[in-house]
């Protein structure tokens, strides 16, 4: 399986549909004034952590915004009920035949808009050309067997 930011920002709108059918969801776009309610996803920020071997980690930042139906009179009401569901349905996404853990999840309210803010970690591995020592006997880097050159 090859990973890809793409696929996992399509599979967070998916979860995102599937459980707010009335609610539009838009990928890293400018936001725009709109009168229905609608989740922006954004990425926020990604790490890489080099790992043992030939792997490395991503740490990938996202921030999904939720902007309540506008002249609607309980989108306050609305707001933390959307981010208790928003709890329950990112713990996991669905990423190919896998699920993917959410980390460090949480949300805040800024300007009448819902903030809910995860981190996905992804360990992955990627092909070594370096060749490998056959052995110590046929290996002339340049050490005796003082140390010394």
Same mark, same amino acid.
Request: charged share 30%.
């Given at each position: 399986?090859?990973?890809?930011?793409?696929?996992?920002?399509?599979?967070?709108?998916?979860?995102? $549909?599937?459980?707010?059918?009335?609610?539009?969801?838009?990928?890293?776009?400018?936001?725009?004034?709109?009168?229905? #309610?609608?989740?922006?996803?954004? %990425?926020?920020?990604?790490?890489?952590?080099? &790992?043992?071997?030939? &792997?490395?980690?991503?740490?990938?930042?996202?921030?999904?915004? %939720? $902007?309540? @139906?506008? =002249? #609607?009179?309980?989108?306050?009401?609305?707001?933390?009920?959307?981010?208790?569901?928003?709890?329950?349905?990112?713990?996991?996404?669905?990423?190919?035949?896998?699920?993917?853990?959410? %980390?460090? &999840?949480?949300?805040?309210?800024?300007?009448? @808009?819902?903030?809910?803010?995860?981190?996905?970690?992804?360990?992955?591995?990627?092909?070594?050309?370096?060749?490998?020592?056959? #052995?110590?006997?046929?290996?002339?880097?340049?050490? =005796?067997?003082?140390?010394?050159?």
């Amino acid at each position: 399986m090859t990973f890809t930011l793409d696929k996992l920002i399509e599979s967070i709108a998916e979860v995102l $549909k599937e459980h707010f059918p009335n609610t539009q969801v838009s990928v890293n776009q400018d936001q725009q004034e709109s009168e229905a #309610s609608e989740f922006c996803i954004f %990425y926020t920020d990604v790490e890489i952590e080099s &790992r043992i071997g030939s &792997r490395l980690m991503k740490k990938i930042g996202f921030d999904v915004v %939720y $902007k309540a @139906e506008k =002249n #609607s009179g309980d989108t306050f009401d609305l707001r933390p009920s959307v981010a208790d569901k928003l709890d329950f349905i990112l713990e996991f996404i669905p990423y190919e035949a896998a699920k993917l853990r959410t %980390y460090n &999840r949480s949300f805040k309210i800024v300007n009448g @808009e819902l903030h809910y803010e995860f981190t996905v970690k992804v360990t992955m591995s990627y092909q070594n050309d370096t060749p490998m020592i056959e #052995s110590l006997e046929s290996y002339r880097g340049g050490v =005796n067997q003082n140390g010394f050159k």
